[in-house]
């Protein structure tokens, strides 16, 4: 199977408790009044790197027999600034450093180690071949992907990467994303149907200089055809970003899909898929010794998917 396929007393006491109260609600206000300007901040040279976490699993459901796939995968990647430019962007580079990949299916299991480069199942073959090579993009201070002039805009979508709301907001405050996205026609099918994208964003709390922002992602195009729902709903991620507000880049990010279609190859078919994906900020000197073999699985993707209904 393919992968295609496949959060009363006396009244000096009163008079106490009121202002007390009142003290108490005015902090709450000005709390509450207290804005926030989310940007990206870039500096030449500058590195972020994050370690990677991710894993899904894929039950497919026939009328005679269930399927399930697992995959993990341990990813180390860099943000290099590469130059700054005088409308605030920045040239970015984006580079996999190392990967450490599983597959379960059906009883056949394969591993992959980018360090153990002559060992390469025929599966993780694109990763290892990404593997140190740089992607270029422009990023502007709210996460907007900019086109570079004289060069091909070759990055669509880049992870670790969201945009920011244009104007100082509370606590409370919602914005939002559009973007498109593409699934095959069908699957024995190389056309491509565009879909509209949306993802939700809203400021929950800010902690230490911190933000906490809750996502959600929504499809706005119209979808009746289960097998193009399969494949979309892969995309439709809700989860937790950390920001830190005063250096101006993303502290960590927890994504989560868990979502069924009925019928996605035909009567009698379901697919559930399951998915936690992680990214956090560590240092330089800890990126050169992690052991991306060693790197936990995220509590809960290895669990088998619920069946229950959508």
Known sequence: MTLNSRTGLICVAILGLLCGACGFHSHVMAEEAATYRLRFQFAPGQDWYYVCPNGASYLVEYSQANETV?????????????????????????????????????????????????????????????????????????????????????????????????????????????????????????????????????????????????????????????????????????????????????VDRRLQIQEKVVGHEGPGSALTVKSIKVDRLIGIDQAKNVDLSKTPVPTGVAETPSVGPK
């Open 70 to 250: 697992t995959h993990t995968s341990m990813f180390l990647r860099h943000l290099s600034v590469v130059k700054v430019n005088e409308d605030g962007s920045a040239d970015i580079q984006l580079v996999l450093d190392r990967a450490y990949m599983t597959a379960q299916n059906g009883g056949v299991n394969s591993l992959y180690n980018s360090e153990v480069p002559d060992q390469v199942p025929t599966e993780f073959a694109g990763v290892h071949a990404s593997i140190g090579k740089p992607q270029n993009f422009r990023l502007s201070p709210l996460g907007k992907i900019l086109p570079i002039p004289g060069q091909p805009q070759s990055v669509e979508q880049v992870e670790l990467l969201f945009q920011l709301p244009e104007q100082p907001i509370a606590i409370g405050a919602t914005w939002k994303e559009r973007f498109e996205a593409s699934v095959p026609v069908n699957k024995d099918s190389k056309l491509l149907r565009p879909l509209k994208m949306e993802r939700h964003f809203k400021l929950t709390s800010v902690d230490g200089g911190i933000a906490s922002i809750a996502m959600t992602t929504v499809c706005l195009s119209p979808m009746n055809d289960p097998f193009q729902e399969s494949q979309i709903m892969q995309r439709k991620a809700t989860g937790v970003i950390r920001f830190d507000i005063e250096k101006g880049y993303l």
